[in-house]
């Protein structure tokens, strides 16, 4: 089975995707929203491939929406390497690319 790991951004993403939803609408709907996300990328333990190619923002890393949010990520024999979480709003090419 495929293990999902969590790069440094990718884990200060969701930390911020709790805070916002919480202050939005409550602690409930922050655990709910970051266990749908979980769920989602779960998911991808079964079928890693399933997420769309954007090789053209950066050379073999995939995408899947999530609610509002978009995951990045890579794919290993073993491994499911999550980049970044980002909302959809946001200027994905510079957030991914360092800017």
Not at 1 to 20: F, G, N, Q, V, Y
Request: glycine residues 8%.
């Amino acid at each position: 089975m495929i293990e999902i790991r969590l790069s440094e951004s990718a884990k200060a993403d969701l930390t911020d995707i709790w805070s916002t939803t919480f202050e939005t609408w409550g602690a409930d709907q922050a655990d709910t929203y970051l266990d749908d996300i979980d769920r989602a990328l779960n998911g991808l333990t079964a079928n890693p491939r399933m997420g769309a190619d954007c090789s053209d923002i950066i050379q073999g890393v995939r995408r899947l929406i999530t609610g509002r949010h978009v995951a990045f990520y890579q794919v290993s024999d073993e491994i499911l390497f999550v980049i970044r979480v980002l909302h959809q709003s946001m200027d994905m090419k510079r957030q991914l690319r360092g800017g």
